[in-house]
């Protein structure tokens, strides 16, 4: 049916014939009663679009989320009214936080009795409204497939984000001529971005070009703009080093001489202090998270700073610029190259690699222990996949030494949850994510409390058959607070141990290979035969318990101020240990 060409269908048709239309293959959801209209008119559409039932509602947004991050496309998660539609919540604040678009469509009690706390009612636009950016609850049929095709273009326009469209189950089961249409939309309030003005092209080159000691913060907009070619190439002319967020990584190839690695509270020490002591910021697609500044009256105070930002609520909100740009990344950067003046910048680079060099001799690698660092894992996978995968990462420890020890030269190649530090968005992202990265090898990067935040989706995972490798390191601590607790609490681990049920009789529960794994040397070994597999396998990595994560700045204190690993010696073998669980 093409565009404009009218038909009778339902609600309940309308919505698949409208997700077929924005060119959605794959839905994440789970089934209740005022979305079973909906359900029961997928039948019509299984050639079209393939349903995958999770096993808990906030799977079902995280792997929409991890979707949409792997593939740029919007992903769609579905659920029914109540208890269904609040389990989404988590996972729309995870996805609004880190601007990735997906679209949550739930079920609602018949508009009747909306009002009346009928049987399962929530007001799920109203409880979403801070965590989404923007929300529907459709009361007339004949809206419903406008308010459809307008959600996704909120998602996915300017900075990407979540919307949640309600619909009462009398609208999906009442009828309409099913109209699709071509319209350009013009929403009133809503301007996704703006272009460029000659005068800040002609001042952004100036600034660059007057500059003795610059550096790019490469953010997560880079991959959403997919600016990656003109960060790089503004970087190569100028010989800018880049500085890259967690969610920037990937931005610029690890592998390259001007890529610093990761700046911030758990950043390279060298990162940090070119940052501290460079005279020009350029903020590309980033908003200056407080895990990124450090003390804001101490940061970078000798720079002068250009922020290039698609949404203008993020400029001068945090940090003060000079020049602010509002307009997206990549159109930008492409003007201004060419009046930027090719520089070598010896001096500067020279200094940044002495910074390096001093911080090398403190590398985890370097460490002789006689128990399995987590650190150590994970440069191992990257040896292990030859730094090809498609890595999910956790929260927590594992996932700042995810950053550090496992080098992404590719795009889109490192999920994470950033901003909110979602526990458990792992394992239903890499469903999602596996959707669309069929033919690439995905691990997750998993902590043995994370995992249990979501361990109900490895059902999911075994459903599906997904090609993907569950990297679980378990150090029987919450290990980020138990650092937290150890640096600032006197080592009083107070709730921080967490017990784990036996992840390969788990694996074995759920129907899929698992292996343990203690010691440095076998791990290439393990990965090889779980590398063979082509479902799910479960790896659980027996790591030691005090493992800290260096650098590390202080909540609120000055970039620069870096708590160092301590050098190896023979008492410590450079891990501060503490063996006390709690004092």
Not at 69 to 82: L, P, Q
Not at 293 to 307: A, D, E
Not at 514 to 522: A, P, S, T
Not at 554 to 564: F, K, S
Request: hydrophobic content about 40%.
């Amino acid at each position: 049916m093409s565009n404009n060409e009218q038909q009778q269908l339902t609600g309940a048709e309308i919505i698949w014939e409208c997700l077929i239309r924005e060119g959605v293959e794959t839905v994440f959801g789970y089934p209740g009663g005022t979305i079973l209209p909906t359900y029961d008119a997928l039948n019509k559409y299984r050639d079209k679009i393939h349903h995958v039932l999770v096993r808990h509602e906030q799977g079902a947004t995280h792997m929409a989320d991890g979707y949409a991050r792997a593939s740029g496309k919007v992903g769609v998660a579905m659920a029914t009214s109540g208890p269904g539609a609040t389990n989404m919540i988590t996972g729309m604040a995870t996805a609004m936080m880190d601007s990735s678009p997906i679209v949550c469509i739930t079920g609602q009690v018949s508009s009747a009795v909306i009002g009346s706390d009928a049987f399962q009612e929530i007001d799920i636009t109203g409880a979403a409204l801070p965590v989404t950016k923007h929300s529907y609850l459709v009361m007339d049929i004949d809206e419903l497939a406008d308010t459809i095709r307008e959600a996704f273009y909120v998602a996915r326009s300017g900075r990407p984000g979540p919307v949640l469209v309600d619909i009462p189950k009398d609208i999906q089961n009442a009828k309409t001529e099913f109209i699709y249409s071509n319209k350009e939309f013009n929403l009133l309030g809503y301007q996704p971005q703006e272009d460029v003005r000659d005068d800040d092209i002609n001042i952004f080159a100036m600034m660059v070009n007057n500059a003795k000691k610059p550096v790019i913060l490469s953010g997560h907009g880079v991959l959403l703009s997919y600016a990656y070619k003109e960060v790089l190439e503004l970087a190569e002319k100028a010989s800018i080093p880049i500085a890259t967020t967690l969610l920037g990584i990937g931005g610029a190839p690890d592998s390259h001489p001007l890529v610093l690695g990761m700046m911030g509270m758990h950043g390279e020490s060298w990162v940090n202090h070119a940052i501290q002591d460079a005279d020009l910021l350029i903020a590309c697609g980033m908003r200056f998270d407080d895990r990124v500044t450090g003390n804001l009256k101490t940061y970078s105070p000798n720079s002068k700073k250009i922020h290039i930002e698609i949404d203008p609520s993020e400029i001068n909100k945090v940090v003060k610029v000079e020049l602010a740009i509002h307009a997206d990344l990549g159109n930008a950067l492409r003007k201004v190259i060419p009046f930027v003046s090719k520089t070598g910048r010896k001096e500067w680079l020279n200094t940044i690699a002495g910074w390096h060099s001093e911080s090398q001799m403190r590398d985890v690698m370097n460490i002789k222990t006689d128990t399995l660092l987590g650190a150590q894992a994970i440069r191992k996978i990257w040896e292990g996949t030859k730094g090809n995968a498609l890595i999910v990462s956790d929260v927590g420890q594992h996932q700042m030494l995810e950053a550090q020890y496992y080098e992404h030269d590719d795009p889109r190649t490192l999920l994470t949850s950033g901003g909110l530090g979602t526990m458990g968005f792992s394992l239903p992202a890499a469903i999602g994510a596996s959707f669309h990265e069929k033919d690439r090898e995905i691990w997750v990067i998993v902590g043995d409390g994370g995992i249990q935040m979501m361990l109900m989706e490895l059902a999911t995972a075994v459903q599906e058959n997904v090609n993907i490798n569950i990297a679980i390191i378990n150090n029987g601590y919450l290990g980020m607070v138990r650092q937290w607790q150890q640096m600032f609490y006197e080592a009083r681990y107070v709730e921080t141990p967490i017990s784990s049920p036996d992840f390969l009789k788990l694996a074995d529960a759920y129907g899929m290979e698992g292996y343990r794994v203690e010691k440095l040397d076998e791990i290439i070994e393990t990965m090889e035969k779980a590398q063979k597999n082509t479902g799910p396998t479960l790896i659980e990595f027996v790591v030691e318990e005090y493992e800290m994560v260096y650098p590390m700045v202080p909540a609120g204190a000055d970039l620069h101020e870096m708590i160092i690993r301590p050098l190896s010696d023979e008492n410590n073998n450079g891990q501060l240990k503490v063996k006390e669980k709690v004092k």
